[in-house]
C-alpha cells in the first residue's frame, strides 16, 4: 500500500513539473520599482551634501516651469532627496515594464525621466535618464541604478570698478 502511495505522489509531482513546463508562458505588463543611488561631487571628487537630487517627468517639469512648485516642494515624495556627507541621494521611481513569465521572469523596463541636481553655489544638472545610464531600456533583473554627477562651482566675479 505504501508503495502505491509513494507511486502515485511520485507520478503527481511529474505530472506538476511536466505541466508547469508545457503551459504557455504568460505576457505580462505593469511597473517596475527601482530605486536610483545618485553620488554627488564637485569637479575634485569631493562629495556635496545638502544638493537636491530629484526625478521628474513631463507633468513635474510643467508644473516647475510654471511656477507652481519647486524642487523643494517635490522633498515630501519620493522623487527627490537631498544628498549626505557623503554626497549620496537614493530617489525612487516607477517605470514600464513588461515581458514574459514562464519557468523565469524575462522582459525589461524602459527608462523615462529626467535627473535633476541642483546645489546651492554650483551650476543645476539635468539630464534624461536614458542618456544618464546610457540605456533605453534596462533588464527586468537590474535592481539598483547607481551614477556618479560632478557639478561645477558657479564663478563669482569678485573684481570691482573702481574710478
Given at each position: 500500500?505504501?508503495?502505491?502511495?509513494?507511486?502515485?505522489?511520485?507520478?503527481?509531482?511529474?505530472?506538476?513539473?511536466?505541466?508547469?513546463?508545457?503551459?504557455?508562458?504568460?505576457?505580462?505588463?505593469?511597473?517596475?520599482?527601482?530605486?536610483?543611488?545618485?553620488?554627488?561631487?564637485?569637479?575634485?571628487?569631493?562629495?556635496?551634501?545638502?544638493?537636491?537630487?530629484?526625478?521628474?517627468?513631463?507633468?513635474?517639469?510643467?508644473?516647475?516651469?510654471?511656477?507652481?512648485?519647486?524642487?523643494?516642494?517635490?522633498?515630501?515624495?519620493?522623487?527627490?532627496?537631498?544628498s549626505d556627507v557623503?554626497?549620496?541621494?537614493?530617489?525612487?521611481?516607477?517605470?514600464?515594464?513588461?515581458?514574459?513569465?514562464?519557468?523565469?521572469?524575462?522582459?525589461?523596463?524602459?527608462?523615462?525621466?529626467?535627473?535633476?541636481?541642483?546645489?546651492?553655489?554650483?551650476?543645476?544638472?539635468?539630464?534624461?535618464?536614458?542618456?544618464?545610464?546610457?540605456?533605453?531600456?534596462?533588464?527586468?533583473?537590474?535592481?539598483?541604478?547607481?551614477?556618479?554627477?560632478?557639478?561645477?562651482?558657479?564663478?563669482?566675479?569678485?573684481?570691482?570698478?573702481?574710478?
Amino acid at each position: 500500500m505504501r508503495r502505491w502511495i509513494i507511486r502515485i505522489v511520485v507520478v503527481l509531482a511529474a505530472l506538476a513539473a511536466l505541466y508547469s513546463i508545457l503551459t504557455p508562458t504568460v505576457i505580462w505588463d505593469g511597473t517596475a520599482h527601482r530605486e536610483i543611488v545618485i553620488t554627488v561631487l564637485d569637479d575634485n571628487g569631493k562629495p556635496i551634501s545638502g544638493a537636491i537630487v530629484a526625478t521628474i517627468d513631463d507633468y513635474y517639469r510643467a508644473l516647475i516651469d510654471s511656477g507652481d512648485i519647486s524642487l523643494k516642494d517635490l522633498l515630501a515624495t519620493k522623487l527627490a532627496r537631498i544628498s549626505d556627507v557623503d554626497g549620496k541621494a537614493i530617489v525612487s521611481r516607477s517605470f514600464p515594464a513588461g515581458g514574459s513569465r514562464g519557468l523565469r521572469q524575462t522582459g525589461s523596463f524602459r527608462l523615462q525621466g529626467v535627473m535633476v541636481v541642483q546645489a546651492q553655489g554650483y551650476r543645476p544638472f539635468e539630464s534624461s535618464l536614458r542618456n544618464l545610464l546610457g540605456e533605453m531600456r534596462m533588464p527586468i533583473k537590474t535592481d539598483k541604478l547607481q551614477r556618479k554627477i560632478f557639478l561645477t562651482r558657479v564663478q563669482t566675479d569678485n573684481t570691482t570698478d573702481k574710478p
